[in-house]
């Protein structure tokens, strides 16, 4: 019986693995022995249960988003959608600074020429995964309630959530990168006023989304200081 429970849980136990793996040497570390000596298991297993390090990958990736999302569902619903946006940028950020090769796994950054592609290429876009489109969920919850707010002009949730999706993770990945190390607070110089300048030209007032942000830090900071 306790060698069936040990089997039982052992998918979850490969991608923790992984995860570590990531944390401490990166994408090059993910091999099948590696991961299994690990997790305290065969490599028999990782290949039974995942058929090979591009599918774990892919359960390391869904594994992000999964985290990403409960991070998000832990953002506040709050009367002001674009501080509530702001908070979620926030909340992004710390999760790609605490885990950078993760974050890079998980937006399809971090590759490796010998992985073997998969045959579902739909599966095998991050896009097209559950655990991404749960997480993203929360991101479009908000711009929908950004554009019944009346705050800005009237237009698709959606192309709002993939516009701020995109100068959101545009921003972070510049960041890992080391490209604002001449600001003394990137965040404050680079970040908040991409996003004042997206949200006025969503049609916002440049002195009530200054404020919405602001009032974004202080919720972010409120999350932190509670966990």
């Not at 674009?82 to 974050?103: G, K, W």
Request: aromatic share 8%.
């Amino acid at each position: 019986m306790a060698g069936r429970a040990r089997l039982d849980d052992a998918p979850e136990r490969l991608v923790q693995a992984a995860v570590g793996l990531l944390a401490e040497q990166g994408p090059s570390a993910l091999k099948v022995r590696a991961v299994a000596s690990a997790s305290g298991l065969s490599t028999m297993v990782v290949y039974s249960h995942f058929g090979g390090i591009p599918e774990l990958m892919r359960a390391v990736a869904d594994h992000g988003f999964k985290e990403l999302g409960a991070a998000f569902g832990r953002v506040p619903v709050t009367e002001d959608p674009i501080a509530d946006l702001f908070a979620m940028a926030l909340t992004c950020r710390r999760q790609a600074r605490e885990n950078p090769h993760l974050y890079d796994l998980m937006f399809g950054l971090s590759t490796r020429a010998t992985y073997r592609p998969l045959p579902d290429t739909d599966r095998r876009l991050s896009g097209h995964s559950h655990a991404f489109r749960e997480a993203h969920a929360h991101v479009t919850a908000a711009c929908e309630r950004l554009v019944r707010s009346g705050r800005i002009d009237r237009q698709e949730p959606e192309a709002i959530a993939a516009q701020l999706w995109s100068y959101v993770h545009g921003y972070i990945t510049l960041e890992l990168a080391e490209h604002f190390v001449e600001f003394d607070d990137a965040v404050a110089q680079v970040l908040v006023p991409m996003g004042v300048n997206f949200t006025v030209g969503l049609g916002d007032e440049r002195e009530r989304a200054e404020a919405s942000h602001e009032a974004g830090a202080r919720l972010y900071d409120s999350i932190v200081q509670g966990r």
